[in-house]
């Protein structure tokens, strides 16, 4: 069993930069994959960005301005976003895929406008 919890969603103007977090309540050094998905108004929920132990995958609208990182000693997973746009608008949902489970958060909300 994984507990996730999300932090640091809010109302940006395009072109700014917010960090997101994912607090796990057991030990992430187990967990084999971790990821951020993004479910805008409308829409379905869609990848971003996910990290392993051997590496990093990004969704092709978020390579070269998102960077999601792991920190195995505080049991977090961020996602630092940068140069934010309108688009990028959406609730940020944290996922951990755990032995043959998959656990999701309940989701921070990341507005960009001007």
């Known amino acids: 069993q994984v507990q996730l919890v999300e932090s640091g969603g809010g109302l940006v103007q395009p072109g700014g930069s917010l960090r997101l977090s994912c607090a796990a309540s057991r030990s992430i050094f187990s967990i084999s994959t971790m990821g951020w998905y993004c479910q805008a108004p409308g829409k379905p929920r869609e990848l971003v960005a996910a990290?392993?132990?051997?590496?990093?995958t990004y969704a092709i609208s978020a390579k070269g301005r998102f960077t999601i990182s792991r920190d195995n000693a505080k049991n977090t997973v961020n996602l630092q976003m940068n140069s934010l746009k309108p688009e990028d608008t959406g609730v940020y949902y944290c996922?951990?895929?755990?032995?043959?489970?998959?656990?999701w958060g309940q989701g921070t909300q990341v507005t960009v406008s001007s």
């Open positions: 996922n951990a895929v755990y032995g043959r489970n998959i656990y």
């Open positions: 990290i392993t132990s051997t590496g990093t």
